[in-house]
């Protein structure tokens, strides 16, 4: 028989009615809790870090400040500087000196002629919009480039790309992973005095002179200079000593030449001489024709239309001779990005270069809130890996650091008067191995790894094929480094 409720007197009837409400009343206990740790976490001390720079080391360390933050130990606000808005995988940057139409070429087989912008680059807005939802704004972007930074006052001057305005702006931490530009201001790097746009525009500028020239010199015995002319043999290639490359059709044939001032390329790094010689002769196989010993020391343009460019070729002999060429492409050298730090900061021997004196905790020497990355910190040759590498080191450290300036905030008083004990840094291990894989076209390359020689075929796997394009969009995105997939 079921009873009515209502027969029953109200000193059963609210006792029962709260029992029963207990499991709701719980509930709403918790939801107010968990309402009030929420609130809690924005009341950790807010925390500026200033990210100078957008590339391989300054957009993934900016996301990983974001995503990775305690809220409990700092309330972090990153401001990322860079004249790019957009993220420039340049790793692929000499496949895209060449035309993009040109994909039913036969000279591929494994892999795409050309690369377009679609390719090269990746708008960082979007990556970044998930930590500026509803009123909540962590991230900020200024698209220019930083023309001074003061280490005592804590302040850098940003000259706005659009407009010229200059910005000044106050940091707790600041992280410099300016990277470097090219010599002649090539666009295997953001342009110097541009950012996105005026870097595609010098890409397509190429692509155009590539598609209609018939002689194209391109000069560098580094990474880059191979990597162009192995791109270009593989679809061009013309006639060398010996024969010809067979890959081009005829229509497509262009004389493609490489003028290095060394017996045989990658002398730069230190390769041995087996490494070399399979470079050149790779080259040489695709029909590229190599020019050693000399150097270009002069660029001028020629022809009655100015188009052609004549250069001054002085070798080593110490004679002086002129080639003429439809497109030059020079990949000579780097200058590091370090020209608005104060001379104090920065490493001015003959083998620092102006990089930023760093300590192996990745801090620049005399203080301890700046911290650098990269081709800007002297302690390693610039690379993407050795790059990837401090980013693993640099992540723990930034992590150390805003849990001990978070202590040092309230700690004094929480323990009377007596500072908190810090958390220690990591050190970045450097290291003379040698590594260094260099495609010679999509087909494949030659590398060395210590004093082991890599395979063509591991080249081709790990990065000729795609040029580590396929991990570019994730990489943008903060979600992954090189071989990090968890970042």
């Known amino acids: 028989m079921i009873e009515d409720i209502s027969s029953y007197p109200y000193n059963y009837l609210i006792p029962g009615l709260l029992v029963l409400a207990t499991p709701l009343l719980l509930r709403l206990k918790n939801s107010s809790s968990s309402s009030s740790v929420g609130k809690m976490t924005s009341t950790a001390p807010e925390h500026t870090v200033v990210v100078l720079g957008a590339g391989f080391a300054g957009v993934p360390i900016a996301h990983h400040l974001l995503k990775r933050t305690p809220a409990n130990v700092a309330n972090v606000r ?5 004249p790019n808005d957009a993220f420039f995988w340049n790793a692929a940057a000499p496949r895209g000196f060449l035309p993009v139409e040109d994909t039913s070429s036969s000279a591929n087989p494994k892999g795409t002629p050309g690369y377009g912008d679609d390719k090269l680059f990746y708008d960082i807005a979007p990556g970044f919009a998930k930590y500026n939802q509803g009123a ?9 480039r930083a023309t001074s930074l003061d280490p005592d006052r804590q302040t850098i001057n940003v000259t706005l790309l659009a407009g010229g305005k200059v910005q000044t702006i106050h940091y707790d931490t600041v992280v410099v992973a300016t990277g470097s530009d090219t010599a002649d201001g090539m666009p295997f790097k953001i342009v110097p005095n541009g950012g996105t746009a005026e870097t595609k525009a ?6 155009d002179q590539v598609r209609t020239a018939s002689h194209i010199v391109v000069a560098g015995g ?6 162009v002319a192995g791109e270009l043999g593989s679809v061009y290639g013309s006639k060398v000593v010996g024969g010809s490359a067979p890959a081009a059709p005829k229509s497509q044939k262009k004389d493609i030449v490489l003028v290095i001032n060394e017996p045989l390329p990658l002398g730069t790094y230190g390769a041995k001489e ?3 010689q399979t470079a050149a002769d790779r080259l040489t196989s695709l029909g590229v024709r190599i020019i050693n010993n000399s150097k270009v020391t002069a660029a001028a343009p020629s022809g009655t239309d100015g188009k052609k460019t004549t250069l001054t070729l002085d070798g080593k002999d110490g004679k002086t001779s002129t080639l003429a060429t439809d497109v030059y492409i020079p990949a000579v050298g780097i200058t590091y990005n370090s020209q608005f730090l104060p001379e104090r900061l920065l490493d001015t021997s003959s083998k620092g270069q ?3 004196r760093t300590r192996k905790t990745l801090q620049a020497e005399g203080y301890d809130n700046v911290y650098v990355i990269g081709d800007a910190a002297n302690l390693m040759p610039p690379s993407i890996k050795n790059a990837n590498e401090q980013l693993e080191i640099l992540a723990v450290n930034l992590q150390a650091h805003l849990a001990n300036w978070a202590a040092s905030q309230s700690g004094a008083k929480k323990n009377g008067g007596t500072a908190p004990a810090t958390v220690p840094l990591k050190e970045y291990a450097t290291s003379d191995t040698l590594i260094l894989a260099v495609s010679t076209g999509p087909a494949g390359g030659t590398g060395q ?11 081709w796997f790990l990065k000729a094929r795609f040029m580590g394009t396929e991990k570019a969009q994730d990489y943008a995105n903060g979600n992954r480094l090189m071989m990090n997939t968890k970042w």
């Open 78 to 82: 990153v401001i990322l500087v860079a």
């Open 136 to 144: 909540t704004k962590r991230f900020e972007q200024l698209v220019g």
């Open 202 to 207: 010098a890409l397509a500028a190429y692509r």
């Open 222 to 227: 580094g990474m880059s200079g191979v990597e």
């Open 274 to 276: 087996s490494i070399r």
């Open 354 to 356: 102006r990089r930023v």
């Open 449 to 459: 790894m210590g004093s082991w020689k890599i395979w063509s075929l591991l080249v």
